[in-house]
């Protein structure tokens, strides 16, 4: 079955606190790619990061960081020193399986992220 | 550079009514998908076009139609609107090619759709 664990329904943080925010996925697909998207409170989905699944290094981009780990079906996100404008729902999404012939992304249902100042 | 414009950004109908949400890319992107939006559930793939005539199902198909006469344009028409179709409704387009799972989507704005 496909499917994207985002466990963490909302977490809330004053503002410098590191946070995790955590994704555990399922697929059958040897090869897929994994995404994370920010929602901040104007509603439009921003792009974060594409991981491949054959690739499990871990990426750094300023405060934000991305851990992948296959063996767990893990890929979580990691804001350092938080801030305000990290106020936001974030999205992980998996790569629908080919066979489906659907091109598509499946969500996990989101964790929203209150930073307070 | 306006990427993917969705209108209207709200709207309220009555059950029964029908209605269009008009979605429009300028990146030359031959995909193009519907999701709608509701709490708890994350994202859910209505409707998809992988280029201009081709269109498919997604996960929640049911009361929604959509066609694709141009690789722009992408509408989403809802034939007899129900409480159950109120959510907020984004449109994406990316690249389409052997690569195609590997390319992030870019996402319109939303539609916020109220039926009472």
């Known amino acids: 079955a496909q499917k994207v664990t985002q466990a963490q329904t909302e977490i809330s943080v004053v503002e410098k606190e590191d946070v995790t925010l955590d994704c555990v996925y399922e697929t059958r697909d040897t090869t897929y790619y994994l995404f994370w998207y920010k929602q901040p409170p104007s509603g439009e989905l921003v792009f974060l990061i594409r991981r491949n699944s054959f690739d499990e290094q871990n990426e750094i981009s300023g405060r934000y960081s991305w851990n992948f780990q296959k063996s767990t079906s893990s890929f979580n996100f990691t804001i350092t020193a938080s801030q305000v404008v990290d106020s936001a729902v974030y999205f992980c999404?998996?790569?629908?399986?080919?066979?489906?012939?659907?091109?598509?992304?499946?969500f996990g249902s989101g964790t929203r992220l209150q930073v307070q100042p | 550079n306006a990427g993917v414009t969705q209108t209207p950004k709200f709207q309220v109908l009555k059950t029964g009514q029908s209605m269009t949400l008009q979605c429009a890319q300028d990146m030359n992107h031959e995909y193009m998908s519907w999701y709608r939006q509701d709490p708890g559930m994350g994202l859910r793939l209505i409707h998809y076009?992988?280029?201009?005539?081709?269109?498919d199902q997604g996960e929640v198909p049911n009361g929604y139609n959509v066609s694709r006469s141009t690789t722009e344009d992408f509408p989403l028409r809802l034939l007899s609107a129900a409480p159950s179709q109120t959510s907020v409704y984004f449109c994406?387009?990316?690249?389409?090619?052997?690569?195609?799972?590997?390319?992030?989507?870019?996402f319109g704005s939303g539609t916020q759709l109220s039926v009472l």
């Open positions: 076009s992988v280029g201009a005539g081709i269109t």
């Open positions: 994406a387009s990316s690249y389409s090619d052997k690569g195609w799972r590997s390319e992030k989507l870019f």
């Open positions: 999404a998996l790569s629908d399986p080919l066979d489906t012939g659907r091109r598509a992304l499946t």
